[in-house]
């Protein structure tokens, strides 16, 4: 069960739950040192956690065409498939003499040759599932394709290596409806609609209402308390969120586009070192049935932009080298276009990692379009659940195989060389 909150829902609870203790959380302490202008100095981990690392996951809602998006255009059998969607060899971003990324992806390209981004190919699952529910559902929890799970992989995540953790905001998301990728019996993550959730006023009734509400004592008993707690770490937490987006000194240009806005949204709350581990942001629309060819090209401007405007504005806040973005969507097209100017449902896709200490460049083999499967459709060779292994060992240090619940061999996204612990 995750928390959905909407901004009246998110005052009554904070109203009725925050009402009985004036204690101050630990991280409070620790953020007002958030902001003292020193972007090179040292970040201390969340309380609870070993590092200071951040994951930023970012979602590409309907199924990007991988296709389209890493384009082999030396192979004839891509331009066969697609007489009219195929993008022309000569308006490739050439990556190499076999690859390259589609027009649009410009900023990507430019963190590709700065070191900044891999890409990840052919990533999907065995017997992959074309449904949009059931294969968004696979990604979001790490399922055996056949097995349906109802907690989602990051939500073991803070259950496993989380406990310590005393922040009600380890995983954020902003969106309108929860992700699974977080869903746990023991949640411990929150879906916010509206970044507008934080403004609320600090004057009027409602201001005089928190006031009073954090000059209470706790109550000595064990389960009230634990209330009590999570209700003003929940109000802390949001008034520093509110304070680093009002009082943000930098910038930082980005699109004015929801995408972008949401991950300029996200750096802030990142350099305001808000007590949260992961966040969730989505891109929708890759659902491109029909006259895909403007559509794709704006929602893959729209995801290299915002992109590139939050790595560039992490870097010159000085957390660039403790976040790490990856991006998912539930599965790639197929490869022939349809008659409607799109294409259908497919199976393998790519994923994008972009930080300091990735692996850059192309990652994995690029599917094979003279070996498509029974129904015409990618090979994967890469099982994102190694991704997956390779984020929580490899950037997080966490176990793994106990919380895909089977040994996945970590994919090498991380560069030892450039790992700083």
Known sequence: MLIQMGRRAFL?????????????PAFLQKTSLAFDGDPSRDVLPIPGLNDNRVLVVVQLAGGNDAL?????YQDDAYYRARPNLAIPSAEVLRINDDLGLHPELVELRGLLDDGNL???????YPNPDRSHFRSTEIWETASPPETAWTDGW???????????????MIGLQLGERPAQTFAHPRPRAVTMANPAIFDWPDE?????????????EPTGLDELDYVQRTANATLAASR????????????ASYAPFAFSQSLKLVAQMIAAEVPTRVYYVSLGGFDTHARQDRRHASLLQELSQGLAAFRNDLAARGHLDRTLVMTFSEFGRRVAENQSGGTDHGTAGSMLLMGSEIRPGLLG??????????????RFTVDFRSVYAAVLSDWFGADAEAILKTRFEPFPILDPAR???
Do not use: K
Request: hydrophobic share 35%; aromatic share 4%; with cysteine.
């Open 154 to 168: 990051l939500g073991r995540y803070f259950d496993n290596e989380c406990s310590g953790v005393n922040s009600p």
């Open 240 to 251: 520093r969120i509110r304070e680093a987006i009002q009082n943000d000194p930098t910038e």
């Open 204 to 216: 009027g009734p409602l201001g005089l209402g928190f006031e009073q509400i954090n000059q209470v």
């Open 68 to 72: 389209n998006t890493v384009v082999p």
């Open 365 to 378: 083999d690029r599917p094979d379009l003279s070996r498509l499967d029974d129904e015409g459709d990618p």
């Open 419 to 421: 790992t700083r612990v």
């Open 12 to 24: 009554q609870r904070a109203v009725g739950l925050a009402a009985l203790t004036g204690t101050v």
């Open 118 to 124: 891999a890409v990840v190919q052919g990533v999907g």
